[in-house]
């Protein structure tokens, strides 16, 4: 679905909501290219803001994973149509915490995954999630 906002390059478009848009961030919610979508890493933040959910990782957690779900749903896409997540953990501890919430998003069989500990991610937060997803309805 495009939108007012989305830009298109022979064959790549760069897809942003209004909400998106509207935080000014240098980069685009996703980039479509062929049938293939690259979602920007999500972070917990709250809808419309650039604020962390309270709570800590559990909380930024669920967050995150609505993030993506919304992201995708403002595009006319869906969380089946994820293929690959890239997880970056603030701390591997929350691991297990983590795939708790994950499994609430996905049922079997589950898109390919990779995972790790990163020092330092964006605002603070305890965790951010790079998704690739299908493009074909």
């Known amino acids: 679905m495009n939108t007012p906002e989305s830009q298109t390059t022979q064959h ?3 897809l942003n909501s209004p909400a998106f848009s509207q935080l000014g961030l240098p980069f685009s919610e996703i980039v479509r290219m062929g049938d293939t979508l690259y979602l920007s890493g999500q972070m917990g933040t709250l ?3 650039l604020t962390l959910a309270p709570g ?13 779900k919304s992201t995708l749903e ?10 690959k997540c890239t997880v970056m ?12 919430i994950y499994k609430r998003f996905f049922t079997a069989p589950y898109p390919a ?5 990163a020092n330092g991610l ?5 965790l ?10």
């Open 12 to 14: 790549i478009a760069r």
């Open 47 to 49: 809808p419309g803001t």
């Open 56 to 68: 800590g990782m559990q909380a930024q957690a669920q967050q995150t994973m609505e993030n993506i």
């Open 74 to 83: 403002a595009h006319g896409y869906s969380m089946e149509h994820i293929v």
């Open 89 to 100: 953990l603030a701390d591997m501890k929350d691991w297990p915490a983590f795939n708790e």
């Open 113 to 117: 995954r990779s995972a790790f500990g």
């Open 122 to 126: 964006a605002m603070g937060g305890q």
């Open 128 to 137: 951010e999630i790079d998704v690739i997803a299908s493009a074909r309805r």
